[in-house]
Structure formats: C-alpha cells, structure tokens
C-alpha cells in the first residue's frame, strides 16, 4: 500500500466516476482501475460499487476514506517540512527524449565535475518524483488537448510548469517506407500508416494525434501501432521496417546520424508544448539554471 493508492482511491470518490479521475488524476482510465483493483485486494475489500453512471463509495469505502484522507494530510505535512538538499547534484526526470540526451551529454562535457541522475519517465512518475524532491526537474511534452488536466495535476502536486517551446508534429520513416520522399501528409494519409511508438503512462497515440482525428473517419486503429520504451528498439524498427514514428519536433538534430526522414503532418503543427515542471516558489539550484540555460541557448538557435 503506497501514497498513490490514497490519491487514486481519493479522487475517485470524489468525481465518482474513474475515466473523470484519470483526467484529474492526469493517466488513464485503465491505469486507474488497475490501481484501484490493487488497493481493494490488499484491503480484502470492494470500495465501490459500479453503476451505469459511474461508481459509488461502499461500506467500507466510506469506512477507509477518512482513514487515506488522514494519510494523505498527514503526508503533506510531512513534505511541506522536507529540507531540499544542496548537495552538488543535479537530478532530474525528462519523458523520453533523443534530443534531451542529446542536449545533456553536451552539457556534460563542460560540467564534469558534478554528480546526475538522468531518468526518462511518463508523466505521472515525473510529476510524483518532482513533488516528491526525488528530482529537482521535470521535462515533459504537453498536448493541447490535455492543457487543462495537466494544470490540475500541477495545482494538487504545488508544480508549476514553464513552457519553452511550441512544437510541430511530424512523422520519421526510413528509406524503406513506401513514403519516404514526400514533402507533407494529410490527416487522411497519416492514418493509413503503421507506427512505432514510445510507451507512456498518460499520451496515448491517439491522445498525441487530438481529438478531431479521434472522432473523424480517419482515426487510427490501436493494431496499427507497436509500443516501445526503448529508444534502440525504435531505431532498428523505423531503419528495417516500413513503420514510421509520430513525435513532436522541436530540434533538428534527432536521429542526425541515420538516413531518415522527417515528414511535416499537415494540420499537426503547434500542437505539442516542450517545458519543465519544478516545484512552486522552491529557488532552483545554480547547476539546474546552467541546465536550463544550455536548453534555452540550443532552442533559440534552432528557432531564430
């Protein structure tokens, strides 16, 4: 039994509703069944009961609501007087990200003498690890359509997120995909296309493509896609295969050193926010502000 399980039990019975919850909860609704089904069998007990419009607490959920409520105050209290260490370390969290490692081996090189921890993560975990003090960044790429969960999920944790750059979606393939060489693609082009994607716990495929090709004709089937959470994996497979990646752009330099393509989706453009989340009025560290400063340096060059 953990701290995230009397988040997710709390908020579910409060919105009484578990797709509500995940919203809030910013992850998704299978995920937060699957917590929730954890928690009632460590408990040896139902918390809710299903109904058509969505759950009600039982018995003994209302019995064990007080009790996580008490745990979860007690729990940020016990944050709130945490002393955050200034130890010449700089650990941070980034969903995963060719370009961040790209930028961080760099800065690595001038900036040796410190101690990291470079962690790629979904989003969930990098909120609770940044509000946690467990790292003192997080990097995160925020659909549009998502704005409004993500500011929730920041409020509950006392995030605050700074956005440095709007990003395009594009398409990667290799040379042996039959549309290598193409200028552009339609909405209506891309979802005649087989992907490989990176596993997260919140940006589903369809959720990165938006809401209008969800509900249109064109939506993409979920057998259309492989799901990785290795960056290696994805290399090999868009090098040998005729599947292509979905991703946001915001630097060239991602896959600079294999032959493939990037290929603009049209409609698609802007729909991605590249930013860090840390934690609200907390002094950031000199080291991270170097950081943040490298990041802020390779993105003005890419865009001036």
């Known amino acids: 039994m953990d701290l995230r399980q009397m988040e997710y039990f709390l908020v579910c019975a409060e919105k009484k509703n578990f797709s509500v919850a995940a919203e809030e909860l910013y992850t998704s609704q299978p995920h937060v069944s699957e ?34 409520l008490n745990i ?11 002393a955050k260490p200034r130890e010449e370390t700089f650990h941070f969290y980034t969903n995963s990200s060719s370009n961040m490692a790209v930028l961080f081996a760099n800065f690595y090189k001038s900036h040796t003498q410190y101690h990291y921890k470079y962690i790629e993560a979904g989003v969930e975990e ?13 990097f995160v790429f925020v659909p549009d359509n998502k704005n409004n969960a993500f500011r929730y999920a920041l409020e509950r944790k006392k995030l605050e997120f700074i956005p440095l750059v709007k990003s395009d979606m594009v ?27 990176m596993t997260d716990d919140f940006f ?13 004709r064109n939506s993409i089937q979920p057998d259309n896609v492989i799901e990785t ?31 493939f393509q990037m290929i603009p989706v049209e409609g698609l453009e802007s729909k991605i926010t590249f930013g860090y989340v840390a934690n609200l009025d907390e002094e950031l560290s000199p080291l991270a502000k ?4 490298h990041i ?6 890419e865009y001036r």
């Open 126 to 138: 990098i909120l609770n690890r940044v509000s946690q003090h467990e790292a003192e960044l997080g």
């Open 296 to 301: 802020d340096t390779a993105i003005n060059a």
């Open 35 to 68: 917590v929730i089904r954890g928690l009632e069998k460590e408990l040896g007990c139902k918390l809710f009961t299903r109904t058509p419009r969505g759950v009600m607490l039982t018995e003994a959920g209302q019995r064990n609501y007080e009790y996580a």
């Open 171 to 197: 398409v990667y393939v290799g040379k042996k995909n039959p549309i290598y060489g193409k200028k552009s693609l339609t909405m209506k082009e891309l979802s005649k296309l087989k992907f490989v994607q």
């Open 204 to 216: 589903s495929f369809q959720e990165l493509l938006g809401e209008n090709l969800l509900h249109s």
């Open 229 to 259: 959470n290795s960056n290696h994996a994805m290399i090999q497979i868009l090098n040998n295969t005729d599947l292509c990646n979905l991703c946001s752009y915001w630097l060239r330099d991602r896959y600079k050193y294999y032959d």
């Open 290 to 293: 170097e950081f943040l400063a």
């Open 72 to 82: 979860v105050k007690n729990a940020m209290l016990m944050q709130d007087g945490k």
